[in-house]
């Protein structure tokens, strides 16, 4: 296994409209996550999938931002009527978990979207 | 949420130093990780330490659970070490919380 792989790793997009993100986790890994990070702070939580259920979403995710895990395995993150204040490193984590403890978390490369 | 606490912001190194950052969190956790981000914006795993003690080569951690706080030691310090550090903790096997990192350079 090659660990987490995201793609695009780059994206450049007009305002206005629309982007999704690919997110192929570690095969073994039950969890899956989102994180956000802008220049110069941390990463920000997004959201975070068990198997196929999405069990929690951050504030940050606004009605314009939706993502799917649809069979368990892959995950895609959609923004629609993207706004210059979405411009950041989407960010793709996966690990095995319980529901009271993770074990190791390994992150993707991270799309870098850049909205003009 | 859980607030986690690093230090310092920014630090700057003659290569062949030594270092030490710190994270502080504000509750009990079960997970703790430190990572170091590379140019490129990727994540790279350094420790999977919810306790204890641990060394990678020139890389050591040592979290106390009980006073909430891990330290991450670099010693020896090479140019390659320069970037940010994060930490990132969790108790209740949902969501990681990051710190704001240490912003690392290495100087020849």
């Given at each position: 296994d090659t660990g987490v792989s995201q793609n695009p790793r780059h994206k450049i997009t007009k305002r206005g409209q629309n982007v999704t993100f690919r997110c192929d986790p570690?095969?073994?890994?039950n969890r899956l996550y989102w994180y956000r990070q802008t220049l110069g702070q941390g990463p920000e939580f997004l959201t975070y999938f068990q198997n196929e259920a999405q069990l929690e979403k951050s504030?940050?995710?606004?009605?314009r931002f939706s993502a799917e895990r649809p069979k368990g395995s892959f995950s895609t993150l959609e923004i629609q009527?993207?706004?210059?204040?979405?411009s950041a490193m989407y960010l793709c984590a996966s690990s095995s978990g319980t529901w009271t403890a993770n074990t190791e978390a390994f992150f993707g490369q991270g799309t870098r979207l850049t909205v003009v | 949420g859980i607030q986690v606490e690093q230090s310092p912001p920014d630090l700057i190194l003659q290569e062949g130093a030594n270092s030490t950052l710190r994270c502080n969190f504000s509750d009990s956790v079960n997970n703790l990780q430190w990572f170091h981000q590379n140019p490129w914006g990727q994540l790279i795993n350094l420790f999977y330490i919810p306790s204890g003690t641990k060394q990678n080569g020139r890389l050591s951690a040592t979290t106390v659970a009980t006073e909430r706080y891990s330290l991450l030691y670099i010693s020896?310090?090479?140019?390659?070490?320069s970037g940010v550090y994060f930490c990132a903790v969790g108790n209740t096997g949902n969501q990681f919380y990051f710190g704001t990192g240490t912003s690392l350079t290495v100087i020849p």
């Amino acid at each position: 296994d090659t660990g987490v792989s995201q793609n695009p790793r780059h994206k450049i997009t007009k305002r206005g409209q629309n982007v999704t993100f690919r997110c192929d986790p570690i095969s073994e890994h039950n969890r899956l996550y989102w994180y956000r990070q802008t220049l110069g702070q941390g990463p920000e939580f997004l959201t975070y999938f068990q198997n196929e259920a999405q069990l929690e979403k951050s504030r940050l995710l606004s009605d314009r931002f939706s993502a799917e895990r649809p069979k368990g395995s892959f995950s895609t993150l959609e923004i629609q009527r993207t706004e210059q204040g979405d411009s950041a490193m989407y960010l793709c984590a996966s690990s095995s978990g319980t529901w009271t403890a993770n074990t190791e978390a390994f992150f993707g490369q991270g799309t870098r979207l850049t909205v003009v | 949420g859980i607030q986690v606490e690093q230090s310092p912001p920014d630090l700057i190194l003659q290569e062949g130093a030594n270092s030490t950052l710190r994270c502080n969190f504000s509750d009990s956790v079960n997970n703790l990780q430190w990572f170091h981000q590379n140019p490129w914006g990727q994540l790279i795993n350094l420790f999977y330490i919810p306790s204890g003690t641990k060394q990678n080569g020139r890389l050591s951690a040592t979290t106390v659970a009980t006073e909430r706080y891990s330290l991450l030691y670099i010693s020896s310090s090479q140019t390659t070490d320069s970037g940010v550090y994060f930490c990132a903790v969790g108790n209740t096997g949902n969501q990681f919380y990051f710190g704001t990192g240490t912003s690392l350079t290495v100087i020849p």
